[in-house]
């Protein structure tokens, strides 16, 4: 079966200090991979999505940047970190190609920058 | 661009009750898809039913069914028999259409208390 994982699960990060967050996907090959962010008691704003290996789509224009650098890893950076950048931060996936639709979420990261 | 509105922010429910979450929804699109996720305390999104546009019949996951009126671009979730497990967060979700790039939008969510 298939399993998605976020780490950290927390973080706390001081204005203008870098960001990586890791999220990885086991159990399937070529995933379509997904960053989501939510801001407290608000739904979920799509960040970025990738469809291979290097492929990186930007939905929002913002202090934050995204990488692929294998089928199963997505990673979510930053070089200077805003205040506005807290929230909860989402990783998901979904079949690649024509497969299917449903998006499957990890556990988050809670990320508070101070 | 798509729209999810719920309009609704909080609810309660007594257990074993039956209740219903209301969203409504904005596109020109004739082919997508759309969602109920379920948000526990935990923070972890899960899937709890999805409903084809191209299919008038209304989905089903065993206490949980949808009232979809595609012409009223309504897509209600119903809950029946209540648990305590069902307290959460839910939100409704369109998806212009299956694929890559196809992003899922989401409304502001509701909170769902069941109380015992």
């Known amino acids: 079966s298939q399993t998605i994982h976020q780490w950290p699960a927390t973080l706390v990060q001081p204005v203008g200090s870098p960001l990586s967050l890791e999220c990885t996907v086991e159990g399937t090959s070529n995933p379509n991979l997904y960053w989501y962010r939510q801001a407290a008691g608000r739904g979920l704003q799509l960040l970025f999505y990738s469809v291979g290996i290097g492929q990186i789509s930007s939905e929002v224009p913002q202090n934050l940047s995204a990488s692929r650098p294998q089928d199963r890893q997505f990673i979510l950076s930053s070089k200077k970190l805003l205040l506005s950048d807290s929230g909860f931060y989402l990783c998901?996936?979904?079949?690649?190609?024509?497969?299917?639709?449903?998006?499957?979420f990890g556990p988050g990261t809670r990320l508070t920058v101070t | 661009a798509q729209t999810v509105t719920q309009s609704q922010p909080e609810m309660s429910v007594q257990e074993a009750e039956t209740v219903t979450l209301s969203c409504t929804y904005d596109t020109s699109e004739n082919n997508y898809y759309l969602f109920w996720y379920k948000q526990p305390p935990s923070r972890q999104m899960i899937l709890v039913i999805r409903q084809e546009a191209y299919k008038q019949q209304n989905a089903t996951e065993n206490r949980f069914s949808v009232n979809f009126q595609k012409a009223a671009k309504s897509f209600s979730l119903k809950i029946s028999d209540s648990q305590l497990g069902d307290t959460a967060m839910y939100f409704c979700?369109?998806?212009?259409?299956?694929?890559?790039?196809?992003?899922?939008?989401f409304g502001k969510g509701i909170t769902l208390s069941v109380r015992p």
């Open positions: 979700a369109f998806m212009k259409r299956p694929g890559a790039n196809s992003k899922l939008t």
């Open positions: 998901a996936w979904s079949v690649g190609l024509a497969g299917g639709s449903e998006q499957y």
